[in-house]
Every structure is written in structure tokens, then in C-alpha cells.
T-cell receptor, first 115, second 113 residues
Framework: EPEVTQTPSHQVTQMGQEVILRCVPI?????FYWYRQILGQKVEFLVS????????KSEIFDDQFSVERPDGSNFTLKIRSTKLEDSAMYFC?????????????FGPGTRLTVL | AQTVTQSQPEMSVQEAETVTLSCTYD???????LFWYKQPPSRQMILVIR??????QNATENRFSVNFQKAAKSFSLKISDSQLGDAAMYFC??????????FGKGTRLHILP
């Protein structure tokens, strides 16, 4: 069964450094998402992406964050200057269609630790 | 504001028994979708079951079923014949007609052998 993959599984970085989290969505999916889960808290929506542009973003997704689909398979989340509070699990998800019942399939997550 | 509330931070159930996880949500929308996701220790998010708000019939997936009460804005998950592999964090989630999913804080389910 096709699945969403994410790399790396764990990223450790120094405060102020840039990080890029990578995701490979399911190949025929057109809609891509990033979610974040701070340890012990709920999963929060960051951004959705379709047709090479952001379709929706949350208040968390400020100017420090950006997303890109650099080629036909990868979907990346960049944090320009990491802060301690960016430490979290970051989940990528993809869906074939937007809205409604179309299931968002989640990747295994990248654990980001900012020191 | 659209919110999802899971009032039980943790629950325990004996293996082979039945357990019900509670969820309520707040919305002014009439058309939306509800989900339960499971997050095992591996932290992968796995869809367990989903429900369309316009359907009165409760969704069922094998040992998992929901009790959807639209007027009460309640969406509970029942797990029958609990198995050790069911031990996980369970998130109730709401999705309006736009993209994003809104998650509750989760209920950690322990299965007692």
C-alpha cells in the first residue's frame, strides 16, 4: 500500500539554524499538508498546499516557515531560524482530493529538537 | 470557534472488553466530517474511522464503531474486544468543508492483559 514518507526521522539543530524537513507524498495525491505536535499536546494544522501554492495556513505558520514542492515528488517545510519552541513532531500528510471525506494520509513524522 | 474536546486524558480497559472514548465538538457548520485517528508509540497517525455529518447511520469498521449525536455535537468511539495492539493515543478530529483537520487533545488508551 502506498504511504507518505518523511526524512529525517529525527533532526537536532541549534537555535537560529535553518532546517528543512522533507516529505514524499503518495504519488497520485494533489493536496499536501503539514501539521505539528508539540510533545504532550494536540496535533495542530500548519499549512495546506495545492497546485504549487499555499491554499491555507494557520497563525502558527509565520514568516519563519515556508513550503515548497521542488520537484514532482518532494514536499518540504523550511524553518528559517529555529526557536526553542519549534521543537515538536512535524507530520506531513497528503490527499488525492481536497475537503470532505477524502482521507489525509499521514507520514511517520519528523521529530525536531531545537537546542 | 471550532473546537474538539476530549474530556478523558487517559483510560484503561481489560483485554477483550469494550471501551468508549468520548468526544464533543463545537461548530456552527451543518456539513462537516468527523474522524478518529490512532497514534501508537511509533507516533504514526492512523485513520481508524470516519463519519459524514449528513449521514445519520453510525460508521462501523470491524471492532470500531462510533456513536454520532449531531444535535449534541458528540462523536464517541467504541472499541469492542479490545486487543493489546489497540493501546495508543486516540485523537478525535473534525474537518469542515475546507482543508484543515482540527484535532482534540487526545485520549491515551491502556489495554490491561
Amino acid at each position: 500500500e502506498p504511504e507518505v514518507t518523511q526524512t529525517p526521522s529525527h533532526q537536532v539543530t541549534q537555535m537560529g539554524q535553518e532546517v528543512i524537513l522533507r516529505c514524499v507524498p503518495i504519488s497520485n495525491h494533489l493536496y499536501f499538508y503539514w501539521y505539528r505536535q508539540i510533545l504532550g499536546q494536540k496535533v495542530e494544522f500548519l499549512v495546506s498546499f495545492y497546485n504549487n501554492e499555499i491554499s491555507e495556513k494557520s497563525e502558527i505558520f509565520d514568516d519563519q516557515f515556508s513550503v515548497e514542492r521542488p520537484d514532482g515528488s518532494n514536499f518540504t517545510l523550511k524553518i528559517r531560524s529555529t526557536k526553542l519552541e519549534d521543537s515538536a513532531m512535524y507530520f506531513c500528510a497528503s490527499s488525492e482530493l481536497a475537503g470532505g471525506m477524502d482521507t489525509q494520509y499521514f507520514g511517520p513524522g519528523t521529530r525536531l529538537t531545537v537546542l | 470557534a471550532q473546537t474538539v474536546t476530549q474530556s478523558q486524558p487517559e483510560m484503561s480497559v481489560q483485554e477483550a472488553e469494550t471501551v468508549t472514548l468520548s468526544c464533543t465538538y463545537d461548530t456552527s457548520e451543518s456539513d462537516y466530517y468527523l474522524f478518529w485517528y490512532k497514534q501508537p508509540p511509533s507516533r504514526q497517525m492512523i485513520l481508524v474511522i470516519r463519519q459524514e455529518a449528513y449521514k445519520q447511520q453510525n460508521a462501523t469498521e470491524n471492532r470500531f464503531s462510533v456513536n454520532f449525536q449531531k444535535a449534541a455535537k458528540s462523536f464517541s468511539l467504541k472499541i469492542s474486544d479490545s486487543q493489546l495492539g489497540d493501546a495508543a493515543m486516540y485523537f478525535c478530529a473534525y474537518r469542515p468543508r475546507d482543508d484543515k483537520i482540527i484535532f482534540g487533545k487526545g485520549t491515551r488508551l491502556h489495554i490491561l492483559p
